[in-house]
């Protein structure tokens, strides 16, 4: 961060890289030497000076240190907070570029994730047949979520990609020449006007996003996908199962991608029936825009003549028919490639692409033969060349380029994503109390047992008579429930029947709440039982510890009932379930929340195997550790076996999608390694890797660790005294101001207590304090419970032979290491009344029980002691990360004795950016 006389303050230990590292170290402390001049000569010497002065100060006298930030001005305060959170944007996507170069060479060395999962089962002699089987069923879906936690803007994002992109091209001249990589005046003076204008970016957001605003956000990332990395995958996926003898033409969509961005109605007022029409089309302007970009990459590689290869007789019928229905198909473009029938018939495939866009601009009908309806025909047309030149001797572009583009085509639509739709369960009860009252045949549907409305509904739904015509009345909020709808049956009008798939329904409590939302979808004529017919699935969300304990009780009596038997049916014979990570979290503590979800996952799996029926698990995990976060590889290789076969889906939050899919290369390795992990699950994991009487010692000791945790958790959560506690010791009620995303912080009507407060504020609070409470909390009072029952041995067993078990005490293990109580301590301190103290003491005395029994299990003597580059990474971080906790402190402290004002919160605001870019989490 410095230049000048102090540049050498960074040598040796920014990144905490060994001097094997010495090339990601060079290039750290070369952005911060031009950081450094950029303040200088945007701010003055003095700040520079600050800076360093502050940096050197935490680290040596703390009440000094809190003397100097205590006596800054606002706007000093700003500047120095937002050097430091500068600093960290640029060591991260330094880290990331030099991560995505590592990739590159261990791709050479050793293969990607998808050629070493082959040889994993090439290893295992798995029959060609039933590998192509499982192939058949693959379905990943990473779903992009409504509810982002990236506190930087993609303006900041844009600028530190162009960084990364600037050291990748001076890597690759210098591998060219030869040489290391040192950097040339050329490059120094690129990355020079980068900092610059990273310095003049405001990194904060002036207003809330609208959920069209974070659309855009995801298009940002799913354009590129589509762009590069989708068919790269699939490309590699298909010669990895060639490789075990498996064609890949029996592949159906095995990656596709969602989105909940527009259609995540639960607690957010801002998304309307009308933002999620709009959503939709701006999906499809750019994924039409993705569709053309293929399509005209085809028209440039297929310069057949007819002349020398005449293609097949069903693309010259299909050529025909074209250009007699598109005239938009000029006399110029007919007459230039009229002998190159590939090329031709490619041009009458992007004027449909063009009448497509147009049709969905103006809302009008679909016109069999000049524009598609959803992605199958613009398939069908690409298949129909891909099939005459496999025919016509044209056998290599068939495979190649042309199938490339069937397969990034099949898996982004012309919406890039499918959206999902969600709502909380009782808006559907709201809607059909009202109607049920004003018919007169119940009489009080909101106090019914769930039982009764489960016979109630269950009965509506077997039937066809309409609840209601085109005189209902409701009120706003009701009348809204039922326009989304609506709004679903028209997007599948309007833009084809993979849209919108799936209606998820959240805190689902009973099958009641299923039934509610499928008697509106029903209504909307989205679904038709005694027809057999149903446009979308009904999806419950298993949210509360008590409800994921429940749920193979819920999903055998809701497949018992033959009317929703007959919706599964017409699905495909498949059921969504969606786990909630963030809020069982939340409400049980990490360790009881894990395993409750484990075993759940099995209890489901059974039930829908008795049931002759498909499970696709939805896992709603956040992007910390707290909310489910963590390795995806590693999280799809520790479910219980058997419960991904083929299709799962996974969601993508905040500050993770851009980690993963800022530069391309981490973009192939993230959709790599868990496409790679869905076939390994799917093919190999199909029996227990542990023998049954040592799963059940397994699963008996977890049990006796999972009831302790949760005790302990409670024990926390239970006290009068946290909610106060929590509000005066982390930056929490800053979070609306942020404006990180759309959705409130809080629950509607919810209190000023905790209960209402979402996960996602919920671990954004404990995490900026350094506590981090909710990744480890109650982890160790569950594993001494273990260790005090003489299950001392089993656990280290459990920890080197079981998958599920080894995972999640790495992923507490890592979220350990980035709690800091010393720096708590500073905000306990400062801000929290001495009455108060008594909770920290209480979060003190767990983390060091946490710690000790952590390092008992897995036998080290440190935290992180097999990850030495990591341990050092984050030790060297944290010296960046005090001064900026310190200031936060400072600015607090101002804040609560009655100090006001845009300048305050400006800086406030700031040392939260900065420190979520130093920890890579904002909750």
Same mark, same amino acid.
């Given at each position: ?220 990332? &799913? /354009?590129?996908? =589509?762009?590069?990395?989708?068919? *790269?995958?699939? %490309?590699?996926? +298909? #010669?990895?199962?060639?490789?075990? @003898? ?99 018939? &490619? /041009?009458?495939? =992007?004027?449909?692409?063009?009448? *497509?866009?147009? %049709?969905?601009? +103006? #809302?009008?009908?679909?016109?069999? @033969? ?554």
């Amino acid at each position: 961060m410095a230049g000048g006389a102090h540049a050498g303050q960074f040598r040796g230990t920014v990144g905490g890289m060994r001097d094997d590292d010495a090339a990601l170290r060079a290039d750290i402390r070369r952005l911060g030497a031009l950081l450094g001049q950029t303040l200088a000569r945007q701010e003055g010497q003095p700040l520079l000076d600050l800076v360093e002065r502050v940096r050197l100060l935490v680290r040596s006298d703390h009440d000094q240190a809190a003397e100097l930030l205590g006596g800054l001005s606002d706007d000093e305060s700003t500047r120095l907070g937002r050097a430091f959170a500068a600093y960290f944007h640029l060591a991260n996507v330094t880290e990331q570029a030099h991560r995505a170069r590592e990739l590159r060479r261990q791709r050479l060395d050793s293969g990607g994730w998808l050629e070493q999962t082959a040889d994993r089962i090439a290893g295992r002699a798995v029959p060609p047949e039933q590998i192509a089987a499982a192939a058949a069923r693959l379905a990943v879906r990473p779903v992009f979520t409504a509810h982002p936690t990236e506190a930087a803007r993609r303006s900041i994002l844009t600028k530190l990609r162009a960084v990364a992109d600037t050291l990748d091209a001076e890597a690759a001249d210098a591998a060219l020449l030869g040489r290391d990589a040192k950097g040339d005046e050329s490059t120094d003076r690129r990355l020079a006007e980068l900092v610059e204008a990273l310095w003049q970016t405001d990194e904060l957001r002036i207003h809330r996003p609208e959920p069209t605003d974070e659309a855009r956000n995801a298009v940002y990332y &799913l /354009r590129d996908l =589509a762009g590069g990395a989708v068919g *790269t995958v699939l %490309r590699d996926l +298909a #010669d990895a199962l060639g490789r075990l @003898g498996v064609d890949a033409a029996t592949l159906n969509r095995p990656l596709t991608f969602g989105s909940w961005i527009g259609g995540d109605r639960d607690g957010n007022p801002f998304v309307t029936p009308e933002v999620t029409t709009q959503v939709l089309l701006l999906q499809h302007e750019y994924g039409i825009q993705a569709a053309e970009a293929t399509v005209e990459g085809l028209v440039r590689e297929l310069s057949i003549s007819a002349q020398l290869r005449p293609p097949s007789g069903g693309l010259n019928a299909s050529l025909a028919a074209d250009l007699a229905a598109l005239p938009e198909v000029g006399e110029r473009q007919r007459r230039i490639n009229g002998a190159e029938p590939y090329r031709l018939k &490619l /041009r009458c495939v =992007a004027a449909k692409l063009a009448n *497509t866009r147009r %049709r969905l601009a +103006a #809302d009008s009908p679909h016109e069999p @033969g000049r524009d598609y309806l959803g992605v199958v025909g613009l398939l069908s047309d690409l298949e129909l060349v891909r099939d005459s030149l496999t025919a016509c001797h044209g056998e290599l572009n068939a495979a190649g380029p042309v199938t490339d583009a069937i397969r990034t085509v099949a898996a982004c639509g012309l919406g890039l994503a499918t959206l999902d739709v969600r709502e909380h369960a009782d808006a559907h009860h709201q809607v059909l109390a009202l109607r049920y009252a004003e018919l007169g045949e119940v009489e009080d549907y909101a106090t019914l047992s769930r039982e009764r409305r489960v016979a109630l509904l269950a009965a509506e739904l077997a039937g066809r008579r309409p609840l209601w015509g085109s005189d209902l009345t409701l009120p706003p909020e009701p009348a809204r429930t039922v326009a989304v709808f609506e709004t679903i049956a028209a997007a599948q009008r309007r833009f084809g029947p993979e849209v919108i798939e799936s209606y998820i329904v959240s805190m689902t409590r009973g099958v009641d709440d299923v039934l509610a939302a499928a008697v509106l979808a029903r209504e909307a004529g989205l679904l038709d039982v005694p027809g057999g017919r149903a446009s979308i699935g009904i999806v419950p969300l298993l949210e509360s510890a008590a409800e994921l304990d429940a749920g193979g009780e819920l999903l055998d009596e809701l497949l018992a009932l033959p009317a929703y038997r007959t919706i599964v049916a017409a699905r495909g014979d498949v059921q969504e379930v969606m786990l909630g990570y963030s809020d069982s979290n939340k409400e049980a503590g990490i360790a009881a929340s894990q395993w409750r979800i484990h075993k759940a996952q099995r209890a489901l799996r059974d039930t829908a195997a008795r049931h002759g029926v498909t499970l696709r698990l939805f896992h709603g995990r956040g992007g910390t550790i707290g909310r489910g976060g963590g390795p995806t590889h590693e999280a799809i290789l520790a479910q219980p076996h058997g419960t991904l076969d083929g299709a799962i889906k996974v969601t993508e939050q905040g500050e993770v999608i851009s980690d993963k899919y800022t530069l391309p290369t981490l973009a192939r390795e993230n959709l790599e390694l868990t496409v790679a992990a869905a076939v390994e699950a799917t093919v190999l994991h199909t029996e227990p890797t542990v023998a049954p009487q040592q799963l059940a010692r397994y699963e008996a000791a977890m049990d006796v660790v999972g009831d302790a945790a949760f005790a302990a958790y409670q024990e926390l959560v239970a006290r009068p005294d946290l909610a106060d506690y929590f509000w005066a010791c982390t930056p929490t009620s800053l979070l609306g101001a942020l404006n990180i995303g759309s959705r409130p912080a809080r629950r509607p009507d919810a209190d000023a207590g905790l209960a209402g407060l979402r996960a996602i504020p919920w671990v954004f609070g404990w995490t900026q304090s350094r506590q981090i409470v909710p990744g480890w909390f109650g982890v160790g009072a569950g594993l001494e419970a273990a260790r005090g029952a003489g299950l001392g041995e089993t656990l280290t067993q459990m920890h080197r032979r079981w998958r599920f078990f080894r995972t999640f005490l790495s992923n507490v293990e890592m979220t350990l290491a980035k709690t800091d109580l010393a720096i708590a301590r500073r905000y306990v301190d400062a801000l929290a009344p001495p009455e108060l103290h008594g909770v920290f003491a209480l979060v003190r005395a767990e983390h060091d029980r946490t710690v000790a029994q952590v390092l008992a299990v897995t036998g080290q003597t440190t935290l992180l002691e097999g990850q030495p580059g990591l341990r050092r990474t984050l030790t060297v971080r944290d010296s960046y990360l005090e001064p900026l906790h310190h200031l936060q402190v400072a600015l607090l402290r101002r804040h609560r004795a009655g100090q006001r004002g845009e300048a305050l919160e400006r800086a406030l605001l700031t040392t939260v950016n900065g420190i979520a870019a130093g920890l890579r989490n904002t909750g």
